[in-house]
T-cell receptor
């Protein structure tokens, strides 16, 4: 089955700096790669996703890149704000099931 | 989009007892997914609940421990049976939103946080 690795497990940045989280996946058949943000006491919420026919996608301060050959994808958050502090999960999907990475706890300090 | 309601939101349970978690979706969906999130950990898929057929369980999860019901296209239950402290987790229900799988967004409920003493 699919295996998704995520790094780093924790990340601390100063407000206004950029944050980058990286994931690798094992199943070359995976074709959908979402990123979820989970705040304390809440369920995960989708923040951005990318499909295998696209190399990069951007939505305001958030961008995701995908390298299918190397089987890795990354989340980039620019101009970080305190409200970006949360746990972020990457995931990879083939058919209808998502396999999640281990999560990154992002802390944005003032 | 999809709005998912889970009950209970949290509970404290005694070892050896069972608890049933309910998941209600505001639209009809073919598949409903149950995930487990152990403290500080990632999300692990327990099973896929299909209406009108037996649930499909992932490796490491069995029906006797996690029986699932799916009586209609908007509702499912997950029971955690004969609980032990190792079952202390957040249990999350999820569904794909509008569009077929992989063309839509996977939505999650707020989760049910179980603590087993």
């Amino acid at each position: 089955g699919e295996n998704v690795e995520q790094h780093p497990s924790t990340l601390s940045v100063q407000e206004g700096d950029s944050a980058v989280i990286k994931c690798t996946y094992s199943d070359s058949a995976s074709n959908y790669f979402p990123w979820y943000k989970q705040e304390l006491g809440k369920g995960p919420q989708l923040i951005i996703d990318i499909r295998s026919n696209v190399g990069e996608k951007k939505d305001q301060r958030i961008a995701v890149t995908l390298n299918k050959t190397a089987k890795h994808f990354s989340l980039h958050i620019t101009e970080t704000q305190p409200e970006d502090s949360a746990v972020y999960f990457c995931a990879a999907s083939f058919a209808s099931k998502l396999t999640f990475g281990t999560g990154t706890r992002l802390q944005v300090t003032l | 989009s999809a709005v998912i309601s889970q009950k209970p939101s949290r509970d404290i349970c005694q070892r050896g007892t069972s608890l049933t978690i309910q998941c209600q979706v505001d639209s009809q969906v073919t598949m409903m997914f149950w995930y487990r999130q152990q403290p500080g950990q990632s999300l692990t898929l327990i099973a896929t609940a299909n209406q009108g057929s037996e649930a499909t369980y992932e490796s490491g999860f069995v029906i006797d421990k996690f029986p699932i019901s799916r009586p209609n296209l908007t509702f499912s239950t997950l029971t955690v049976s004969n609980m032990s402290p190792e079952d202390s987790s957040i249990y999350l229900c999820s569904v794909w939103g509008t569009g077929a799988p992989n063309t839509g967004e996977l939505f999650f409920g707020e989760g049910s946080r179980l603590t087993v003493l």
